[in-house]
């Protein structure tokens, strides 16, 4: 008999895709070395690398590991991103700032949304950039794009998306404190304009920094609202795709099954959220130990690394730059909006006072 006879589908699957992983690997610890030594946004150089290296593609044995880390390890990455929240730390801002930010994420969705079709894009990237802006930049981007149809188009509007926010994020980091200042804002109101705002949690954090030795720590606060906003928004989005596959499989039938990737029903509520909000609640309770935490909060953040190296590589810069200016306009007025709104309800409401 073959000897693969014995070998279980398991293993068979860990043959198949360990080339690909590698790739993907070796991709997100060169952009980890340029950020140690030369600064810059870790998850910016992993695209860049990704996108340099497009031509692997052309080599079969890379395909299966290289979509096994777009798709599987950005979910585990976001799931893991519930235990840097705990409904302690949400209490602690007070309902009027809570209010204002879950606000400012829905009517940013909403802009985006408007923005898209005045623009003439499509209604996923409208929801696909509204989203990155109002939650968490590329972690959001990442995953709601793993809930909408798997089109090559939407793939292509996720990489742009995440090298717009992240480029955005860098900008605001840098500007935002120095126009703080000019407005003589405090250190609590400073905290919860660039939690507010910044897409990015590490941003969020140096920009926090510049406002005093605890800044850092209340806009990481304020920032980690918007994380939480993840979970509900990527629900909704799950549950209204599913719903329209459902619909259109009747009319369209293989269409549909291309779209969505295979013939079941998508799930109504996906794994990795289950992960998330199970990891919250045994944040909130104490039952993590502090070293664990920290250690998922870096696997978190890696595999997100690995995953946006694997959508790198299968996309090249020439499908980027069909994308045209309209996208990129998209993400410019959505960062603009909700800055503005946070800006105005901070001045209005005197939101900040109280951290």
Not at 108 to 113: E, R, V, W, Y
Request: glycine share 10%; charged share 10%.
């Amino acid at each position: 008999m073959a000897l693969s006879t014995y070998i279980t589908p398991s293993v068979l699957q860990v043959q198949a895709r360990w080339p690909g992983v590698l790739v993907c690997v070796v991709i997100a610890l060169a952009a980890t070395f340029l950020t140690d030594h030369y600064g810059g946004p870790q998850l910016l150089y992993a695209l860049l690398i990704g996108l340099a290296l497009h031509f692997l593609m052309a080599d079969p044995r890379l395909a299966a590991g290289v979509n096994f880390c777009a798709r599987t390890a950005l979910r585990l990455g976001v799931a893991l991103l519930g235990l840097r929240i705990t409904w302690d730390q949400v209490a602690h801002l007070g309902w009027r700032t809570a209010l204002v930010i879950a606000l400012a994420v829905v009517l940013t969705i909403a802009f985006g949304l408007l923005v898209g079709k005045s623009l003439g894009r499509s209604r996923e990237e409208g929801l696909l950039s509204g989203c990155a802006v109002g939650i968490c930049g590329a972690s959001a981007a990442l995953a709601v794009a793993s809930v909408l149809p798997a089109t090559r188009e939407n793939e292509r509007f996720t990489l742009l998306t995440v090298v717009g926010v992240t480029l955005l994020s860098t900008l605001a980091m840098v500007v935002y404190p120095f126009g703080l200042q000019l407005l003589h804002m405090s250190s609590g109101q400073g905290a919860v304009f660039l939690g507010g705002t910044i897409h990015d949690v590490a941003q969020v954090v140096a920009a926090g920094m510049m406002l005093g030795p605890d800044g850092g720590e209340k806009a990481a606060l304020v920032k980690l609202l918007r994380v939480l906003m993840l979970l509900p928004v990527v629900l909704v989005v799950a549950a209204v795709y599913r719903q329209a596959s459902e619909k259109a499989k009747p009319a369209q039938g293989g269409a549909t099954t291309a779209i969505v990737g295979s013939g079941a029903r998508p799930p109504l509520l996906p794994t990795f959220l289950v992960g998330f909000v199970v990891l919250m609640t045994l944040a909130s309770l104490g039952w993590i130990p502090p070293r664990v935490t920290a250690i998922a909060g870096d696997a978190s953040r890696w595999l997100l690394v690995v995953a946006i190296a694997a959508a790198g590589v299968k996309t090249t810069f020439e499908e980027l730059l069909s994308l045209g200016w309209r996208a990129v306009a998209m993400l410019v007025a959505e960062t603009v909006f909700i800055a503005a709104f946070v800006l105005g309800a901070i001045l209005l409401l005197g939101l900040g006072s109280q951290l």
